[in-house]
């Protein structure tokens, strides 16, 4: 029986994955986390899915008590600025799209929609929200849509069933913090340490680490949270990382934490705004905004890219201090190996454009869990670990390819090259297809990935990537259900954004 877990590096990484396997297993096992005191973790302002509400439900923690403590803020969706042109907006919103006699809404909107209201506007309530900054929930706490509202209980990202309508905005080093002093209060050994070296048997598995003042850690099973470095899987252990920057080239990042002017004026959203080479990310918490440029090295410097940051985002104020970061884009080609599992940046990361870094984590622990070894070390049981996170992954680089094949925009050296570049076996097909109809759950990418086919059609229509024609079958149906249910929506959303309180309002009552 594996009985002690040993989790070499902290952050965010760490800390989920301490305080997940805490509320797995109790005390049937032993977790041990060593964390180096000098290194810095990444933190900027963290956007998630909707989905992570099964993460803090499995650990019994409650919105209203966590959320304030990690400066948090609620995530309806995306919003796209200028990836079409200088000026124009959509919005990605975590909301499914209705249906209608057979036919989803967005394809009644291709043949009887106003062209004058944008598809995003048309079709989705959440749009409304975002555009008034409202708050999900009522003042007294309960959520507008109240039929997907209550406590999920020890449920997984697989038991998802209904598309809950936010997700969160939160300091990522604040969560760290806070999962941390909840893991040590239920058993986790916390160790501020350096690791020294990382010792292996004769079979090549790892058998300890070695501290500066602890000395030896030994363990049956090494979670590497270590980032970038891979500490354990890379470095110790060798394993292959696979490089994604021949189709998603944005390898670096600059951030700045900027105040804002109006503490009211927040947001329930993140922005994504295409810039000359890559795009600006804005993230609003409570009391700020966490803002960064995401870009290719190959056509710009870091330099000329903290230049544009605070020209768009911070203009006058030089006093802020800038974080530069170099992405490792890709994963690799097993994320367990040996006695050896890596979660969060050291086992995969694509760039944060769909926020998926949180995602990635989750999944990779609950699946850790599902598949948690004893002392035979099933080689199936890892192999399918394995093609499960490989796919995950797989699936968002697809899908944020996408973003740039779909764009309009095409004035700069780093987007006229985004319609040139490679792009991963079977997009093609999907864009092709897409031409001609939106695409479905038979027809997005097969495995679980976390986005449904509303969010590839939503991505298509808004960046101004339409079928040639809706459906021809919708010449041959009665019109009035589906005229009905546009009407619908859009009285349904002008009722909520009455009814509903600010964002900013909301968040402040339980702030206190």
């Known amino acids: 029986m594996i009985r002690s877990v040993v989790i070499v590096g902290g952050g965010t990484a760490g800390w989920m994955t301490a305080s997940y396997l805490m509320a797995a297993f109790g005390d049937r096992i ?28 499995y650990l019994g923690l409650d919105e209203a008590d966590w959320l304030p403590k990690c400066a948090g803020g609620y995530k309806l969706g995306i919003r796209f600025e200028n990836w079409s042109g200088a000026g124009e907006y959509f919005y990605h919103p975590f909301e499914r799209l209705r249906v209608v006699d057979g036919f989803s809404i967005a394809d009644w909107w291709l043949e009887l929609g106003d062209r004058s209201r944008p598809f995003d ?188 940051l605070r020209q768009a985002a911070a203009p006058g104020q030089e006093d802020l201090q800038a974080n530069h970061i170099r992405m490792r884009i890709g994963r690799n080609r097993d994320s367990w190996v040996k006695n050896c599992v890596a979660i969060g940046l050291s086992s995969a990361f694509v760039e944060p454009l769909e926020s998926t870094g949180i995602f990635f984590i989750q999944h990779g622990i609950e699946q850790l869990v599902k598949h948690f070894p004893d002392e035979r070390w099933d080689s199936d049981q890892i192999a399918a670990y394995n093609n499960r996170v490989a796919n995950a992954v797989d699936g968002v680089k697809e899908f944020l390819v996408l973003h740039y094949k779909s764009a309009q925009r095409d004035d700069t050296p780093y987007w006229k090259e985004a319609k040139t570049r490679a792009m991963p076996a079977g997009l093609r097909e999907k864009l092709d297809l897409a031409r001609s109809r939106l695409l479905d759950e038979e027809t997005i990418y097969p495995y679980f990935h976390g986005f449904e086919s509303y969010s590839w059609n939503a991505m298509n229509l808004g960046l101004g990537h339409l079928p ?44 206190g």
């Open 121 to 308: 506007r048309s079709c989705f309530i959440t749009s409304a929200l975002c555009e008034a900054k409202r708050s999900p929930r009522m003042r007294d706490g309960s959520l507008f849509a109240s039929e997907l509202d209550g406590p999920l209980g020890r449920s997984t990202l697989a038991e998802q069933r209904a598309q809950f309508p936010y997700a969160y905005h939160f300091d990522a080093d604040e969560v760290a913090r806070y999962l941390a002093d909840f893991s040590v209060k239920r058993g986790v050994r916390h160790i501020l340490d350096n690791v020294q070296h990382v010792a292996q048997d004769e079979r090549g598995w790892i058998s300890h680490v070695h501290t500066a003042a602890h000395g030896e850690i030994a363990g049956d099973l090494f979670i590497d949270c270590t980032g970038f470095r891979g500490m354990l899987i890379n470095q110790t252990l060798g394993t292959e990382f696979q490089s994604f920057e021949d189709v998603l080239p944005n390898n670096r990042a600059v951030a700045l934490r900027v105040p804002r002017e109006e503490a009211t004026d927040m947001s329930p959203y993140t922005t994504a705004t295409a810039m000359s080479a890559g795009w600006m990310w804005t993230i609003p918490l409570f009391r700020r905004n966490g803002t960064g440029y995401v870009y290719s090295d190959q056509f710009i410097s870091p330099e000329e890219a903290e230049r544009e």
């Open 30 to 57: 032993d977790v041990t986390l060593v964390e180096s005191p000098q290194v810095k973790r990444i933190g900027v302002g963290e956007a998630t899915f909707s989905t992570v509400r099964h993460f803090f439900d």
């Open 468 to 511: 040639r024609t809706a459906p021809p079958a919708l010449k041959h149906l009665d019109p009035g259900n589906a005229l009905a249910e546009f009407a619908r929506i859009r009285s349904q959303a002008e009722e909520m954004v009455a009814a509903l309180p600010s964002c900013y309002e909301y968040l402040a009552g339980i702030n």
